[in-house]
């Protein structure tokens, strides 16, 4: 056999190098799980017993987007966008470190689950070009061994602290750095064994973020075929233990009938969504599509606020049993926002941080 053929050979193999499995065995503290449309944690429902102005909030997983915990920037002529103020330079193993500091104070106000992903997200906000390039998934759909120790911090402390990460693998606008779609599939794969050598049972997989935006190059990452993607990942197992996976839709969109049968739990987005009913709207659509059954229905991205208001997309969620989070894109000032590098991890560098928080503790009941 050739050297080429024996290479495309192995790049053809659903499993990751063994230079990227863990080295040590690690015992999981954190275990999340579904039980019709409940979130449980270690057994136990999501604050438990707790309900809010007459409203359930025992089994739902309030979280927020964090997308940016392992950024890095392998293009120079972007990279230093992200410097950070105090040393003009861009640090990815700081900007995991902080984000990892944080982690406790976002649990003390109830705080259960956060999103990450692989590919990041904007780190503008919203763009219309990346330029940039932050992929822990190379062209070939390997894993870049950087990308995923910082992961691991990231997973570790979170099993640490009894919270959940929901772990995106792919963001349009960076999906175009893989190269086809067997890479993409090799992506998923290596990804996929990646979560289950580390015994990482505190994980939700969402296979892509936004689905249903345009910008995706891969078909197999778009609305008509991404159930393939799904159920490759639920299909994938180690000593009979496989994980949760779901893939989410831009705002204000409603899941289709082939993610909804092949999904775990319904991830939606509200952004965009500026009448809080229509987020209240959107949840009940979704539970009666073709292939619903009792399931969790999540919001994992609204950039919409007014938390000092009676009315709002969080409390519109919560009236009809679904979870919600916090998206704060912000600006590039280390201060503002949760997605533009530098990132500022705390809770407390802007008022909408402060607010979200706030209101936050009072609805889980935080101590």
Known sequence: MSFMMRRRSLLSLPFISPLLRPVFARSSKTVVSIQGDRFFINGRPTYQGRVYQG???????????????????????????????????????????????????????????????LQGGSPEGYSKGQPWENTAIDPDGNLRPAYMKRMAQILERADQLGMIAIVGFYYFGQDQRVKDEAAVKRGVANAMNWLLDGDYRNVLVEINNECNVKA?????LKPARIHELIDAARGMKKNGRGLLVGTSYGGGAVPLPNVVKSSDFLLMHGNGVKDPRRISEMVRQARQVEGYRPMPVLFNED?????????????????????????????????????????????????????????????????
């Not at 894109?329 to 991890?345: F, I, K, L, T």
């Open 303 to 367: 950039d919409h606020f007014d938390f000092d208001k009676p009315e709002n997309n969080m409390m519109s969620a919560l009236k009809e049993y679904a979870s919600w989070g916090y998206f704060d894109p912000g600006a590039s000032d280390y201060a503002d926002g949760y997605q533009c590098p530098p990132v500022n991890w705390g809770i407390d560098s802007s008022e909408r941080k402060k607010g979200f928080f706030q209101l936050l503790k009072k609805v889980t009941g935080a101590k």
């Open 216 to 220: 995706y190059d891969h078909e197999i």
């Open 55 to 117: 409203l359930k909030i025992e089994g739902l997983l309030m979280n927020s987007r964090m997308v940016q915990g392992t950024f890095d920037d392998w293009n120079p002529a972007t990279r230093e966008k992200w410097a950070y103020p105090d040393t003009k330079k861009w640090d990815a193993d700081r900007n995991t470190r902080e984000f990892a500091a944080a982690m406790p104070a976002w649990h003390k106000h109830g705080l259960l689950s956060f999103t990450v992903n």
